[in-house]
């Protein structure tokens, strides 16, 4: 099937973005495409106007600056995956950036974009979400950094403006005692994730978790945060027991639907697994103790 | 207001100057404008991988992408496999997949193909999880992959060859994939052997043993008739392979 007609619109500045949004009837914003285009083809979305902002090269960057990452609008998915600045210290974007998807996927799709969509089921999400990190957008009155904890509303909904272009997501520098995490649980390459945990630990000099942050994808409204776990967590030393109980309250917490590829209870207890073996490769990462898992692979 | 524009293609390393509506898809454009209809379209919806090409050396799937989007690029098709530096008649994954038996129908080859040649640009020398990752935003309902997954090692293989017989070894371990002996681990589950049809070529038929040992397979199918030659390999097969696929 074919899109209905749209009007297309070539920016190659923030700025002629920016002031396309605000003079525009209901644009639409094309970015990797990789959402929007079989939306567009099955109209499910039928805008008059589409801004595509392919043309803008001052967004395709990823690099640490400022005291933080910076995930530009136009970086791939595949750009994080074979990025130099991606390594351990950023293990749950290494994680996550392997498991989007399909490699043709990941060579167009972006982390803003997939961010932008705000599908319950995205990774990016709870990446974002586990590291505290910021959804970054330009509008008519200047910039403004939205947390991730206040940026998604709904399925699809965000409190994005509809004049607002987000140039950026970023996510704080970690520390040298920060490890990350991401685990998906998917039945094959290509699909959406049908949970997945990412996982922040920071921790002090004495071992002891100063800092939690876990999100959990496709098993709530929206990527959601699994405070209670991340409270429990905080101002304790890792062991397996401790990742066990944080697991359950994940798990607790989370709010899965049953569907084609399983039960919510299963759902919620696949929370509970990936949660514990995040939290593992978080610690480890961290370079604290090596945390036997409970929940063996 | 979805006025037609002009876009620049180089597909296949000839300029193409096309007229599209702006909701053109590339794999549109490909196939209708330049009638290029290798490039395939299977589900419509971005799953199946059919529809890739190559864009600026990297693969995509067309139907996911604009034309428009596309003005400028650099594309490779499955009809322009034959006419790159490294084809000699026809391109070694080509040839890849008609000895290793990569298909039966046919309709995912062209994008197994363009998934295969992005691989091997990028990784001489991959082994088998690896394709396995490159091809795996591309779906085949006929083979299992098994035969696929050969035929791009039988690629590397050829272009490893080559490159040795050229004086220089290309690939990181000195080239050490071109051997027999060294290249290639045997299939993870052999279920082939158990579905063998007795034909060469066929149903995974003789190769299973070792798939890429061509040599002895051609000696053992000229020292006496087929079906000896296919016994003995079987047999073969049952002692090594065959205990680890039930």
């Known amino acids: 099937m074919k899109s209905a007609p749209f009007e297309h619109h070539e920016p190659t500045t923030v700025d002629e973005a920016v002031s396309l949004l605000e003079s525009l009837d209901d644009p639409t914003i094309l970015a990797g495409g990789q959402s929007l285009v079989p939306m567009l083809r099955f109209r499910l979305a039928n805008p008059d106007v589409v801004v595509d902002i392919n043309g803008i090269d001052s967004l395709d960057y990823l690099r640490e600056e400022d005291g933080h990452l910076r995930v530009g609008a136009l970086a791939r998915h595949a750009d994080v995956a074979e990025s130099d600045v991606i390594d351990e210290k950023y293990g749950s974007f290494a994680d996550a950036a392997p498991l989007v998807a399909d490699p043709q996927i990941r060579n167009r799709g972006t982390v803003v974009g997939s961010v932008a969509q705000a599908d319950p089921k995205g990774d990016w999400g709870s990446v974002l979400l586990a590291h505290e990190g910021e959804v970054v957008a330009r509008g008519p009155d200047g910039e403004r950094a939205i947390p991730a904890e206040e940026f998604f509303l709904l399925p699809y909904d965000t409190t994005l403006g509809e004049d607002e272009l987000i140039t950026e997501v970023r996510v704080p520098t970690p520390s040298p005692n920060e490890g990350s995490a991401y685990h998906k649980l998917k039945r094959k390459t290509g699909d959406y994730a049908m949970a997945g945990v990412g996982v922040r630990l920071t921790f002090d000099d004495d071992g002891t978790i100063e800092s939690a942050g876990i999100g959990m994808t496709a098993v709530d409204i929206t990527n959601a945060r699994a405070t209670d776990a991340e409270e429990r967590l905080e101002g304790e030393r890792p062991s397996p027991d401790l990742f066990a109980a944080a697991g359950e309250l994940a798990a607790e917490q989370s709010n899965p639907e049953s569907d084609e590829h399983g039960g919510a209870d299963y759902k919620a207890r696949m929370v509970d697994v990936l949660t514990q073996r995040a939290l593992g490769d978080a610690a480890e990462r961290a370079g604290t103790v090596t945390v036997k898992r409970r929940v063996t692979q | ?246």
């Not at chain 2, 799937?61 to 499955?78: H, N, P, R, Y």
Request: with cysteine; proline share 5%.
């Open chain 2, 1 to 246: 207001m979805t006025d037609e524009r002009e876009i620049t293609l180089t597909v296949n390393g000839t300029e193409h100057t096309v007229e599209v509506e702006p909701r053109r898809l590339l794999v549109h454009a490909i196939r209708e404008d330049l009638d290029l209809t290798g490039t395939h379209i299977g589900c419509d919806t971005g799953n199946c991988g059919a529809c890739t090409v190559l864009k600026d050396g990297e693969p995509i799937k067309s139907c996911l992408m604009f034309a428009a989007q596309a003005d400028g690029a650099e594309i490779l098709t499955v009809e322009g496999m034959e006419d790159l530096p490294e084809a000699d008649g026809i391109h070694p994954l080509q040839e890849g997949f008609r000895e290793e038996h990569g298909l039966q129908c046919g309709y995912c080859t062209p994008g197994m193909l363009m998934s295969g040649k992005a691989l091997l640009d990028e990784d001489p020398d991959p082994d088998e999880e690896t394709i396995r990752d490159a091809i795996s935003g591309n779906l085949c309902r006929c083979t299992g992959y098994q035969n696929i997954v050969r035929s791009i090692e039988y690629a590397a293989d050829e272009l490893a060859d080559r490159a040795a017989a050229d004086g220089g070894a290309v690939t990181a371990d000195g080239g050490a994939s071109a051997s027999p002996e060294g290249g290639h681990e045997p299939p993870a589950v052999g279920g082939d052997a158990d579905t063998f049809c007795g034909r060469e070529d066929c149903c995974g038929g003789p190769s299973e043993a070792d798939p890429f040992d061509r040599e002895a397979l051609l000696d053992d199918a000229e020292g006496g008739n087929g079906d000896a030659a296919v016994d003995s390999t079987d047999t073969a097969v049952d002692a090594d392979d065959r205990g680890d696929s039930v």
